[in-house]
């Protein structure tokens, strides 16, 4: 049971692998030109899955920036993923052991938890394994990719890679919004909440970690309690 269910979410990580794959190009230039090495850069890649925490580090390494600002800009920008944890943790069975939600954390990104909080009943922790398996080597291995191809690729093409990770945001929740339409709503006052925090000056004062989480908590909070979920559908 498990291994049907482990292959099931590495078919369904295909996707994302590749997608990640792409848009990792982009964190392995801006790597090499913080002076990482090709073998840091992957590490840090295997190690940190997120794009923006790795965007926001190479810019404190170049500065010269002190560890415990590179810890705490960290905490800030990722902490959504504690939410996500959390989210997945719930969604665990109760009988299921307690070092599958260390592995499930430590694996969580923004579109293998999409994947994993989509699936229907109980979520079975070899699912979410899969995709991992597929995922986090595309993201890894875009990422050395990109450190070896420094200065050989045009800016135009780099600006067009970074549009693949708004693609796979689409292809991931778009289905999930046509088979429930309560989803809908949602995702468009997301969209539009996230538009003005991040362009009206009135919010300059906080940064771009603290304002998805902000718009995380008041979103979901919202939608818990105005379009509570049956605890059949669970």
Not at 138 to 148: A, I, Q
Not at 189 to 209: E, K, N, R
């Given at each position: 049971?498990?291994?049907q269910t482990?292959r099931?979410?590495?078919r369904?990580?295909?996707?994302?692998?590749?997608?990640?794959?792409?848009?990792?190009?982009?964190?392995?230039?801006?790597?090499?030109?913080?002076?990482?090495?090709?073998?840091?850069?992957?590490?840090m890649?295997?190690?940190?899955?997120?794009?923006?925490?790795q965007?926001?580090?190479?810019?404190?390494?170049?500065?010269?920036?002190?560890?415990?600002?590179?810890?705490?800009?960290?905490?800030?920008?990722?902490?959504?993923?504690?939410?996500?944890?959390c989210?997945?943790s719930?969604?665990?069975?109760?009988?299921?052991?307690?070092?599958?939600?260390?592995?499930?954390?430590?694996?969580?990104?923004?579109?293998?938890?999409?994947?994993?909080?989509?699936?229907?009943?109980?979520?079975?922790?070899?699912?979410?394994?899969?995709?991992?398996?597929v995922?986090?080597p595309?993201?890894?291995?875009?990422?050395?990719?990109?450190?070896?191809s420094t200065?050989?690729l045009?800016q135009?093409?780099?600006?067009?890679?970074?549009?693949?990770?708004?693609?796979?945001?689409?292809?991931?929740?778009?289905?999930?919004?046509?088979?429930?339409?309560?989803?809908?709503?949602?995702?468009f006052?997301?969209?539009?909440?996230?538009?003005?925090?991040?362009?009206?000056?009135?919010?300059?004062?906080?940064?771009?970690?603290m304002?998805?989480?902000?718009l995380?908590?008041?979103?979901?909070?919202?939608?818990a309690?105005?379009?509570?979920?049956?605890?059949?559908?669970?």
């Open positions: 049971m498990h291994q482990y099931k979410g590495m369904d990580g295909i996707p994302v692998g590749l997608g990640y794959f792409v848009v990792s190009f982009t964190i392995g230039i801006a790597a090499r030109k913080a002076d990482l090495t090709p073998l840091q850069a992957t590490i890649s295997f190690t940190n899955n997120t794009s923006a925490g965007f926001a580090s190479f810019a404190l390494i170049a500065s010269g920036a002190p560890y415990l600002e590179m810890v705490i800009s960290q905490a800030v920008i990722n902490i959504r993923y504690c939410l996500m944890s989210a997945l719930q969604k665990l069975d109760g009988t299921a052991a307690f070092y599958h939600r260390f592995f499930l954390a430590f694996g969580v990104t923004d579109e293998i938890f999409g994947l994993s909080v989509s699936q229907k009943g109980k979520l079975d922790p070899w699912y979410s394994y899969g995709v991992m398996s995922a986090v595309g993201w890894s291995l875009g990422t050395l990719t990109g450190v070896l200065g050989m045009p135009t093409f780099l600006n067009a890679m970074n549009m693949a990770l708004y693609g796979m945001f689409i292809a991931i929740f778009m289905p999930a919004a046509r088979d429930d339409r309560k989803l809908l709503p949602v995702i006052i997301s969209m539009a909440l996230s538009t003005l925090i991040q362009t009206m000056p009135l919010f300059d004062f906080i940064s771009s970690g304002k998805i989480i902000i995380t908590l008041v979103i979901s909070m919202g939608a309690l105005l379009m509570p979920v049956p605890e059949e559908d669970v």
